[in-house]
């Protein structure tokens, strides 16, 4: 027996002293009100109306009872409000890509404020984004997928030291060319140690160790020729910027992490490298549903979605044969 149900039942006759009036404020059919205060007189043992009069009386039994059933309502009714209220309140939490600049998080927070919505920010890498959303501990999460099939694309890029006439925060000058991969073959200058070409090895972050990201690269770089090892994962970033400021490694990144660490940069050419992101609630959350537009769009600003559009091709003239180009280069 749904009890709150019978015990509403129950009051409202009381309060309508009519079967029909209270079947209507609760919209139900009549019968349906009858049965379940004849339940409910049956899981009471005693009558709680008598019926032998033209209109409905409550009975000493419904009488003493009545106050009872009225308070389990209005602590129903409170506990609802309660949940409602702490629903409202629940901070729901955001999983970002690490990379995302901190005005951009901020942004986020101070939009969900704005929108009634307490959001908290956790920079996650791939995996526990995904895992978060699983298990429900994530309200919201961006989640890496091909770019292809992704509502938000992120240009990936090649970053490396910058020029020395280049001072910190100068204003970006003319989009760079974009970068194919076999461009970055070792230079024809020889090292002092054994006399071969030099190159620098290209590092790659955990946002790009997702498993389809990764094979990807190999696959473009091992077309590419260039040498084996030249890929390899980045270790802590204070690190790996360090040795791109410096000149000894060149690191795969977005235009806005590049910028603003004062990192130079170029888009590479094969936008199926670049990154692709799709924007997902959790289902193990109540009251998610999907993610906001207002948030969809504050994330992808804080990605760097639309920031930096792919390369729509080589130049005119350009030619489009790899093959041709790295013979010509030697």
Request: overall charge positive; aromatic content about 4%.
């Amino acid at each position: 027996m749904d009890l709150l149900a019978h015990l509403e039942a129950y009051v409202a006759t009381v309060d309508e002293a009519s079967f029909s009036r209270a079947a209507d404020r609760l919209g139900i059919a009549q019968p349906l009100l009858s049965r379940r205060v004849k339940t409910l007189e049956e899981h009471f043992g005693g009558l709680l109306f008598d019926r032998s009069r033209r209109q409905v009386t409550t009975t000493e039994f419904g009488v003493l009872l009545l106050p009872y059933a009225q308070d389990v309502l209005d602590r129903a009714e409170r506990l609802r409000q309660v949940a409602r209220s702490a629903r409202r309140s629940a901070v729901r939490v955001v999983a970002v890509p690490p990379d995302c600049g901190p005005a951009a998080l901020a942004r986020v927070i101070r939009a969900g404020a704005e929108h009634g919505v307490t959001l908290g920010v956790r920079e996650l890498g791939p995996e526990p984004r995904e895992a978060g959303l699983a298990d429900g501990s994530l309200a919201y999460a961006l989640v890496r997928v091909p770019p292809e099939d992704a509502p938000l694309r992120v240009p990936l890029g090649v970053g490396s030291a910058p020029a020395a006439d280049s001072p910190r925060g100068a204003p970006p000058g003319p989009r760079p060319r974009a970068v194919h991969l076999e461009d970055l073959r070792p230079r024809r200058s020889r090292d002092a140690a054994g006399g071969r070409p030099t190159a620098l090895a290209l590092l790659t972050t955990a946002e790009d160790q997702v498993p389809f990201a990764a094979d990807r690269l190999a696959r473009a770089v091992a077309r590419a020729g260039l040498p084996e090892g030249l890929l390899r994962p980045a270790g802590p970033v204070a690190t790996a910027l360090a040795e791109t400021l410096a000149g000894r490694v060149r690191l795969l990144c977005t235009e806005p992490f590049a910028r603003r660490h004062g990192v130079a940069w170029a888009p590479l050419h094969d936008t199926s490298l670049h990154r692709g992101y799709a924007p997902r609630a959790s289902h193990r959350q109540p009251g998610t549903g999907g993610v906001p537009r207002w948030l969809v769009s504050l994330l992808a600003a804080g990605v760097g979605a639309g920031t930096a559009p792919p390369p729509a091709g080589p130049p005119p003239g350009a030619d489009e044969d790899a093959a041709a180009r790295l013979a010509a280069r030697g």
